[in-house]
């Protein structure tokens, strides 16, 4: 019988590392580097007491701005071993989204890489921190960023300002095991472990407030619905910044005591290889990637035979899609249905769901949790068949948002449920399907766009009068972010004119793909702008 644990993310860790502490944790199979659970355990306190000698306590903000690199998760481990907070940094992000996330969260100690192929964190860190160059490390004083005092770099280059890796592990060695053993003493399973930047259901991005008790338990459910046991071996290429990497793969992993082989970055060819060589038996990924590999020249290559199960999910996916997953890598595939807010997972199907619940619905409620159709309108339950806003309440619902308790009281009404702003309807058997939503969010790829965070930044290119931003259908992506602009009087500009302002100051998928220029919006009798019907005009406007 399945229960809740109320074991933090570090007392994990630590049991694994004492009952299997020869057995395979973590592999990068491209460079054939391999952690046992004893190994990674080892390194993860050694990390621990680096970020104590720095200053991180119970309850510090610890930025996260990485690529699936092999230290991401040690940073992440040693966080939660000592009651800090891990705060996940999108790796697409740019200038200005950076800023606000490090002001908004508060951020004490802000750990990166060197970047991306398309920009620099390193740069941008300094652009935002002039002070990094004449301060001395660990004491860094900032007016905008008052919290911030130290930034860490992920790896062994050295950088004015900047500890790196090495140096917090020398650090670290200077740190006695009992304070270590104190630090985790005082840490309690419903503490915050991890906060994630959501745009949620209005406004800006939002800091999500994740306890180990959240995402733990969501992790161990999630295995289990695909029958998950230590011996197998799950091939991660989602990134870990998002819920489905950290919480549904690693947590998953953490809590089945198995191994993760781990791709820094998404290649399908990198995804394939990893499959192969390491005899993978589960692959998670949104419907992209399984496009990218199924279509992948060299896919006949790769023996796959290995794989069993996994998970499709981060947006619609198509049915067909499924069947050459089912079919062609051998996987049963499984869905999961949630949001950041709770941990993610909500619904899922489970491995022995017949193929067509697999397929065409996300599957039941976790377990400990309620899923209700609640009318958007009255707060009433609906039956069965009736589609109405999908809610849940359990374990699994956040803390809340950081620093924004009206935004919280909004997520969340005074029964508990957590309102999604996704409509649905339930069936007769109690699985759930996803049929629109209230709330205007674009998906593109997996990744949560909201509409006015990109209106509001475009207002500040010169000549516009005003923008409406919608998704647009797309096959690729499920969705791609279209803007109608309204030009102020004598002003004109080109839709490359409009991206070109965005490149390198917003995430790149956030870049509007289609651009129209419109002289009026359609209004409601009492004026307000009408979305939909901007991306039913977008049908007519597009070539063909």
């Known amino acids: 019988m399945i229960e809740l644990t ?7 860790l630590e049991h694994w590392a004492e009952t299997t502490p020869d057995k395979e944790y973590l592999v990068y199979s491209d460079r054939d580097l391999r952690f046992t659970w004893k190994q990674f355990n080892a390194r993860v306190d050694n990390m621990a ?12 903000h610890v930025g996260i701005w990485a690529t699936n690199v092999p230290d991401w998760l040690t940073f992440l481990y040693a966080t939660a071993k000592i009651g800090a907070v891990a705060v996940t940094v999108n790796t697409n992000y740019k200038q200005n989204e950076l800023e606000y996330l490090v002001e908004n969260a508060d951020i004490h100690t802000l750990c990166i890489t060197e970047g991306v192929f398309d920009g620099s964190y390193v740069d941008m860190v300094n652009t935002m921190l002039p002070e990094l160059k004449t301060s001395q490390r660990g004491f860094l004083h900032t007016k905008r960023f008052p919290h911030l005092k130290n930034v860490v770099f992920i790896g062994q280059e050295k950088f004015r300002g900047l500890f790196n890796t090495a140096e917090l592990l020398l650090l670290g060695s200077s740190v006695s095991g009992k304070k270590l053993d104190e630090a985790k003493a005082m840490v309690d399973c419903h503490d915050v472990a991890n906060m994630q930047y959501t745009s949620g259901t209005t406004g800006f991005p939002k800091g999500v407030m994740l306890s180990h008790h959240n995402i733990v338990n969501n992790g161990l459910l999630t295995g289990e619905h695909m029958q998950f046991t230590a011996g ?9 910044f998002h819920c489905f990497g ?8 953490l809590t089945h005591g198995c191994a993760q ?5 998404f290649d399908p060819l990198t995804v394939l290889a990893s499959i192969h060589k390491e005899r993978c038996t589960a692959l998670y990924g949104v419907p992209t990637m399984f496009i990218a590999e199924l279509n992948h020249p060299m896919f006949s290559m790769f023996d796959l035979t290995c794989l069993r199960t996994g998970i499709m999910a981060g947006s619609l996916c198509p049915i067909e899609l499924m069947k050459q997953v089912n079919e062609k890598m051998y996987i049963q595939i499984t869905s999961v249905y949630g949001l950041t807010e709770t941990s993610p997972g909500m619904t899922q199907t489970r491995i022995d769901d017949p193929f067509e619940v697999r397929c065409t619905t996300v599957g039941r409620p976790y377990e400990f949790t309620e899923v209700a159709i609640i009318d958007p309108e009255t707060g009433e339950h609906l039956p069965d068949g009736v589609q109405g806003e999908v809610c849940c309440r359990g374990y699994n619902v956040m803390k809340g948002y950081y620093k924004n308790p009206e935004a919280t009281a909004e997520a969340i009404d005074k029964d508990g449920f957590l309102h999604s702003g996704d409509l649905g309807i339930r069936d007769t ?11 205007d969010m674009i998906i593109r790829g997996g990744e949560n766009i909201y509409p006015r965070e990109i209106e509001e930044f475009l207002y500040h290119l010169p000549g516009v009068k005003d923008i409406q931003v919608v998704g647009i259908p797309s096959e690729k992506y499920g ?5 109608f602009i309204i030009l102020q009087e004598n002003s004109s500009l080109t839709p490359e004119e409009v991206r070109e302002f965005c490149r390198g100051k917003i995430a790149r998928y956030k870049i509007p793909k289609y651009v129209f220029f419109v002289t009026e919006y359609p209004l409601t009798g009492s004026g307000k702008i009408q979305k939909f019907k901007l991306k039913d005009l977008s049908v007519t406007l597009l070539p063909h």
């Open 6 to 12: 109320d074991k933090t993310i570090g007392w994990w």
């Open 49 to 60: 007491k680096g970020m104590l000698a720095i200053g991180v306590r119970r309850g510090t």
């Open 246 to 253: 950290v919480v549904l793969a690693t947590m998953n992993i």
């Open 261 to 265: 082989v781990m791709v820094e970055r």
């Open 232 to 240: 197998d071996k799950l091939c991660v290429c989602v990134p870990l």
């Open 479 to 483: 969705e791609e972010v279209g803007a």
């Open 429 to 439: 058997n109690g699985n759930y399907a996803i049929t629109g939503r209230i709330k």
